[in-house]
Every structure is written in structure tokens, then in C-alpha cells.
């Protein structure tokens, strides 16, 4: 008898533990998700910029709270401060901009006036020196307030569907006259079907790859131009037969500035690729490029096929 009273017990405090142990298991996990809700409604409020500290004792919420506030704190300072930076730099730009557009103007019409008359061959040399410095400048007082702009949003990339075909024929009709100075092929398949693009930016985007191209690439060959359909995207691959590019700079050639150092002799700013980023981006495509050193390079661009 006796043992039936002890396992009757045992069997009590048996059942008596696990049911304080589930009670505390479920007061634990409601904790938990209060804190949890506690920190997501933090967080919401954070992304809304509306957060404001509601506890003020010494519970871990506080504390977490505090840190928050100060986190956001610093975050809206250094935002301040970027944006700040970002309209101080613009605004030089303008300025430059603005203070450099007449002298380049006069720069080019001066020396395209000298190259009338007759000119001595040294004089001559110099007057067409002169003037390719001066185009130079003017492409990269231009670029840089391109970038500038699309960068802060003063310039809008607008993207409505259009012939793909259209697209390219345009950016050929650009880039033709320098490629046939160099004796370069071009060659483009017809494109069938539509994308989304601004006409007058991503025209733009597509020579500053096709003067890429041209400026890289050895007299007598050849670039082709691809058009593949996608269900979302509409692919155009630029191919060329250059120089190619290491791999270990593929990643940096869309950078601002960035310049191989194998073309480092040529002409160049550093600003085409970073604007074809730029331009593609805003209206909701990408670019990738793949190549090999002494094989040329291939350059795809993707559109979207649907308004974003």
C-alpha cells in the first residue's frame, strides 16, 4: 500500500514539474514575442523616421531603445552631411560647367578658323592639337555634368517602350563616321520586338560602348551588334575584336575614372562605361561585360520588356 502511495506521489510531482515547466516555457516564448514585436515595431518605425524612445527604465528594451535613437541619430547626421558633400560637388560642377562653356565654345571656333587658312606644316600640326584639346575638354566638362545629374536626379531617364531595332540603328547612326575613319566593321543583326528605354539617354549608353569599341580596337575589324529577346529582358550583346580586358579589371571598368593602365596612352576620361551604368540603371536595366586579353570583349546590355 505504501508504495502505491509513493508512485502516486512520484507520479504527482512528476506531472505537477511538467506543468510548471510548460507554464514557464509559454511565459518565455509570449516574452519573447512581445520583445520580438517590440523591436520589429522599433524597426518599422525607424524606416518611416518617425521612432521615438517610449521606455525609460532599466529593462533591455530601454537600453535597446536607447541605442536606437542614438544609432538614427548619427545615421540622420551623416546623411546631412553626404547630401551636404553631394550638393557641394554639384554645385561646383555647375559652376565649372557654366564658367568653362564660352572659353571651350571659342576654344573650338578659333582653331577651326585657323584650319582655313593656309598654315605652315608645324602651325598647322599645332592648330589641330589645339583642337582636338579642346574637344577633349569640352567631352569631359560634359560627361562630368552628365554624371552629376544623373547621379542626383536633375536629369530624369524616362523609359517608354520602342523598336529595339530603332535603338540601335540610332546609336550606329552616331558612331559610324569614327568607325569608318578607322576602316571598323559594323555589323548588326535585326532586332525583332520592343523594350522599355528612354530614346534619347540609352541611344547614349549604346555609343559610349560602341566608341569604346572603335577607340579599342586595331584598324580592319570588325564589331557586331546582337539583339536576343528575353520574357523580362532584351539582350544586345556588342562584341569587338580588341585588346580585351584582364579579368581581374572587369569589375572596375563601370567605376568613375577608372582607366586600364594598358590604355592608359589613349584617349579617354574614364566617365563613358560609369555613365552607360548610370543611364541603364535609372531605367531599370543592367550591363555585363565579358572578355579575354588579346579576344576582343563582349558588352550585353539588358533592357526591361515591361514597365518597372
Same mark, same amino acid.
Given at each position: 500500500?505504501?508504495?502505491?502511495?509513493?508512485?502516486?506521489?512520484?507520479?504527482?510531482?512528476?506531472?505537477?514539474?511538467?506543468?510548471?515547466?510548460?507554464?514557464?516555457?509559454?511565459?518565455?516564448?509570449?516574452?519573447?514575442?512581445?520583445?520580438?514585436?517590440?523591436?520589429?515595431?522599433?524597426?518599422?518605425?525607424?524606416?518611416?523616421?518617425?521612432?521615438?524612445?517610449?521606455?525609460?527604465?532599466?529593462?533591455?528594451?530601454?537600453?535597446?531603445?536607447?541605442?536606437?535613437?542614438?544609432?538614427?541619430?548619427?545615421?540622420?547626421?551623416?546623411?546631412?552631411?553626404?547630401?551636404?558633400?553631394?550638393?557641394?560637388?554639384?554645385?561646383?560642377?555647375?559652376?565649372?560647367?557654366?564658367?568653362?562653356?564660352?572659353?571651350?565654345?571659342?576654344?573650338?571656333?578659333?582653331?577651326?578658323?585657323?584650319?582655313?587658312?593656309?598654315?605652315?606644316?608645324?602651325?598647322?600640326?599645332?592648330?589641330?592639337?589645339?583642337?582636338?584639346? +579642346?574637344?577633349?575638354?569640352?567631352?569631359? #566638362?560634359? &560627361?562630368?555634368?552628365?554624371? =552629376?545629374?544623373?547621379? *542626383? !536626379?536633375?536629369?530624369? %531617364?524616362?523609359?517608354?517602350?520602342?523598336?529595339?531595332?530603332?535603338?540601335?540603328?540610332?546609336?550606329?547612326?552616331?558612331?559610324?563616321?569614327?568607325?569608318?575613319?578607322?576602316?571598323?566593321?559594323?555589323?548588326?543583326?535585326?532586332?525583332?520586338?520592343?523594350?522599355?528605354?528612354?530614346?534619347?539617354?540609352?541611344?547614349?549608353?549604346?555609343?559610349?560602348?560602341?566608341?569604346?569599341?572603335?577607340?579599342?580596337?586595331?584598324?580592319?575589324?570588325?564589331?557586331?551588334?546582337?539583339?536576343?529577346?528575353?520574357?523580362?529582358?532584351?539582350?544586345?550583346?556588342?562584341?569587338?575584336?580588341?585588346?580585351?580586358? +584582364?579579368?581581374?579589371?572587369?569589375?572596375? #571598368?563601370? &567605376?568613375?575614372?577608372?582607366? =586600364?593602365?594598358?590604355? *592608359? !596612352?589613349?584617349?579617354? %576620361?574614364?566617365?563613358?562605361?560609369?555613365?552607360?551604368?548610370?543611364?541603364?540603371?535609372?531605367?531599370?536595366?543592367?550591363?555585363?561585360?565579358?572578355?579575354?586579353?588579346?579576344?576582343?570583349?563582349?558588352?550585353?546590355?539588358?533592357?526591361?520588356?515591361?514597365?518597372?
Amino acid at each position: 500500500m505504501d508504495k502505491w502511495i509513493w508512485a502516486a506521489g512520484g507520479v504527482a510531482v512528476a506531472v505537477t514539474v511538467t506543468a510548471l515547466a510548460a507554464i514557464v516555457i509559454l511565459w518565455q516564448r509570449r516574452k519573447m514575442r512581445r520583445l520580438m514585436d517590440s523591436l520589429n515595431a522599433m524597426l518599422d518605425k525607424a524606416i518611416e523616421g518617425s521612432f521615438a524612445e517610449t521606455a525609460f527604465d532599466e529593462s533591455l528594451l530601454s537600453a535597446t531603445e536607447a541605442r536606437m535613437a542614438r544609432f538614427l541619430a548619427v545615421c540622420a547626421v551623416s546623411s546631412r552631411n553626404l547630401a551636404a558633400e553631394k550638393d557641394k560637388i554639384k554645385g561646383l560642377i555647375a559652376d565649372i560647367s557654366h564658367q568653362t562653356k564660352t572659353p571651350i565654345a571659342n576654344l573650338l571656333l578659333y582653331s577651326q578658323l585657323l584650319e582655313e587658312y593656309e598654315l605652315p606644316e608645324e602651325c598647322s600640326l599645332c592648330v589641330n592639337a589645339l583642337s582636338a584639346q +579642346a574637344q577633349k575638354l569640352d567631352f569631359l #566638362i560634359g &560627361a562630368l555634368v552628365k554624371a =552629376s545629374r544623373l547621379e *542626383s !536626379g536633375i536629369i530624369a %531617364v524616362s523609359p517608354r517602350q520602342g523598336e529595339v531595332q530603332a535603338l540601335i540603328e540610332a546609336a550606329i547612326a552616331q558612331i559610324k563616321l569614327k568607325a569608318k575613319e578607322k576602316g571598323i566593321r559594323l555589323e548588326a543583326e535585326r532586332a525583332v520586338g520592343t523594350a522599355y528605354y528612354d530614346p534619347k539617354w540609352t541611344v547614349e549608353a549604346l555609343y559610349h560602348i560602341l566608341d569604346n569599341g572603335v577607340k579599342y580596337s586595331p584598324p580592319q575589324s570588325l564589331i557586331r551588334i546582337r539583339a536576343i529577346p528575353y520574357e523580362l529582358f532584351y539582350r544586345i550583346d556588342i562584341s569587338d575584336e580588341g585588346m580585351g580586358i +584582364a579579368e581581374a579589371e572587369q569589375s572596375k #571598368i563601370f &567605376a568613375r575614372f577608372y582607366r =586600364s593602365p594598358a590604355v *592608359s !596612352g589613349q584617349e579617354g %576620361v574614364g566617365l563613358g562605361l560609369f555613365l552607360v551604368r548610370e543611364i541603364l540603371a535609372a531605367g531599370g536595366g543592367y550591363i555585363k561585360a565579358s572578355s579575354k586579353l588579346g579576344r576582343g570583349s563582349i558588352f550585353s546590355v539588358f533592357l526591361p520588356t515591361e514597365k518597372r
